[in-house]
């Protein structure tokens, strides 16, 4: 059986120029990148033409650590769209280079279903990551910079300074580090750290951003600590949002790359989907619906993490709306909620199964609770048995939902052709707007309550001290009008990774509250975030290699 790498290189590239064409575009509408990616001006979209397109989220039950297969969805979707002639644009985010090298491997999809070139997207690609990381970047350095100069000196405590610095590495040994060591060269010595850049609020402002001027406005709301008399600094006080958006004029623009069967793809941008959106930018979005009739677009972790900030943040901000959700289920995630440990996924175990279905139950019914048509799809495995397909088929059929096996890695398209046919009905008859879970204008607390009661099923919030102290500065500084991006396990409806399943009757707890204003939402901290990963004990990069005439080989 081959590998992601080897089917991709395997495949016969086309020019950009080619994918443009199927785009009505011609070769003055790209900003080449080489023969096969390009980046698209924002001039291309057409806010009128985005409105009539129709778009289809993919989304997913709770996943198991090795994830159910999302994007692989989506590139496969995409593709049997376009085979039963819809003209089809897949919009989805681009990759993190840290996990390339740490447990996960790449994120460009996998089989027959991936984008290319794989190895340029899952390395540095056109360089929006590294754009972000320097915009980013170079605020903590002017931050320490005015902390320690005369001049122009705001009076910042440096005790609460929240803006870390960030690098697109796993790297558990810079989380907790201390900075201006040195003496009074070196500058003030204060505890910092660093985070992976796709958890910056610059990559989550990036994915926010209409234009040049809103993105730059919203970095200059970035919160960056208070004085010595307790009043606010934003980055605006520090003169950095000119700057940093200067360093972000090019990463602001989409990026257009093929699919193994030769349709478009436009990546861009990739925020974490606990502690932000999880999905591409607002831009790439109306770019694929101004120039497409259909797009095919992800959310982050599952529906109550990923497809809510999708939604209430993303969708509620930007005037979107997907006309249907296509649930992604696994048989071996449906076993893991069902009790079976990791190791013992790929054995049969229909009991399993049906017991695991709880949880696809809860996820559909948050897809109606907020007024989505839903369909199952049933991204399959060798390992999966007719008998545990037919069940869950069975199972969605009693609850109104048709539900379909897909074999897209190992088919393309044509793993797809029955989901897409019933994708496509829906989206070209439904209408109808998302319900979204709570309004920006309510208190803060009843968004919090909102999200916790209604999504996840929980019976309560409690909030520590720490995050009443927050609610109450978050009133002070008149940001309650923001949106709530709630930061929680993806593994669970509840902050406890381990209770699996469908939990009932759990409080959900509040431990802080940060803020981010740039990107316009505030982020209520539920059990314990990891935003630097660390490295495993064997990790990909050990395996990934490079010879003399430049192939690359390893990645996955």
């Not at 996998?110 to 690609?125: C, K, R, S, T």
């Not at 623009?253 to 093929?258: F, G, I, K, S, T």
């Not at 199964?353 to 696809?360: Q, S």
Request: hydrophobic share 45%.
């Amino acid at each position: 059986m081959k590998t992601d790498i080897e089917i991709a290189q395997g495949c016969t590239l086309q020019d950009i120029g080619a994918l443009a064409v199927k785009l009505g575009l011609g070769e003055k509408d790209l900003i080449r990148y080489g023969h096969y990616k390009a980046k698209l001006p924002l001039s291309l979209i057409d806010e009128e033409k985005a409105a009539q397109s129709k778009l289809i989220l993919v989304s997913a039950i709770s996943p198991t650590p090795a994830g159910e297969g999302k994007t692989t969805m989506s590139i496969g979707l995409s593709e049997a769209l376009n085979q039963i002639g819809k003209q089809t644009t897949a919009v989805l985010r681009e990759p993190s280079l840290g996990p390339v090298f740490g447990i996960k491997g790449g994120a460009t999809g996998g089989g027959y279903a991936q984008v290319l070139p794989m190895e340029d997207i899952n390395l540095h690609f056109t360089g929006d990551f590294s754009a972000v990381e320097k915009a980013h970047n170079l605020l903590a350095a002017l931050i320490d910079n005015n902390i320690q100069s005369k001049a122009n000196n705001l009076n910042l405590d440096p005790r609460t300074v929240v803006w870390k610095r960030v690098m697109d590495m796993n790297d558990r040994a810079l989380r907790q580090i201390i900075v201006g060591l040195g003496g009074v060269s070196g500058g003030v010595p204060r505890e910092t750290g660093f985070d992976i850049t796709a958890a910056s609020e610059v990559m989550a402002i990036l994915c926010l951003s209409s234009n040049l001027e809103d993105l730059k406005t919203r970095l200059g709301n970035i919160f960056v600590g208070f004085t010595y008399d307790k009043k606010p600094v934003y980055a605006r006080d520090l003169q950095a949002n000119g700057a940093m958006a200067a360093l972000l004029k090019d990463a602001i623009q989409p990026n257009l790359v093929q699919t193994i069967e030769g349709n478009p793809a436009i990546l861009h941008g990739g925020p974490f989907a606990n502690i932000a959106q999880g999905t591409n930018t607002v831009i790439a979005t109306k770019m694929g619906l101004s120039l497409s009739d259909y797009v095919v677009t992800e959310a982050g972790f599952g529906f109550d993490l990923g497809a809510e900030k999708f939604l209430d943040i993303k969708c509620q901000h930007a005037g979107l709306s997907p006309r249907v959700v296509v649930l992604v289920a696994t048989i071996r995630a449906l076993k893991y909620h069902g009790g079976i440990a990791v190791a013992d996924l790929k054995t049969p175990n229909p009991d399993a199964v049906a017991k695991g279905m709880e949880n696809l139950e809860k996820h559909l019914e948050n897809a109606r609770f907020l007024e989505l048509p839903v369909v199952v799809a049933i991204n399959r495995f060798v390992t999966d048995t007719n008998e545990e397909i037919q069940l869950v088929q069975d199972a969605c059929a009693k609850l109104g939902v048709a539900a379909f096996p897909v074999e897209v890695w190992a088919k393309g398209g044509a793993g797809a052709l029955d989901l897409a046919e019933a994708v496509a009905k829906i989206a070209d008859t439904n209408t109808q707007k998302f319900r979204p879970v709570y309004k920006a204008n309510q208190p803060v607390s009843e968004k919090i309550e909102a999200i916790a009661k209604n999504i996840y099923g929980a019976a309560e919030v409690a909030y520590s001290p720490k995050a009443l102290a927050d609610l109450r500065k978050i009133k002070r500084l008149d940001l309650e009008g923001l949106y709530v991006c709630i930061a929680k396990t993806q593994y669970s409806f509840s902050d406890n990774p381990k209770q699996l399943g469908r939990p009932r009757n759990f409080t959900l707890t509040v431990r802080e509250i940060e803020i981010a204003a740039g990107a316009g939402f505030l982020v209520p901290i539920t059990g314990e975030m990891m935003r630097m990963p660390g490295l495993p004990e064997v990790p990909a990069a050990t395996k990934i290699d490079i010879d003399a005439q430049g192939n690359i080989s390893g990645l996955f």
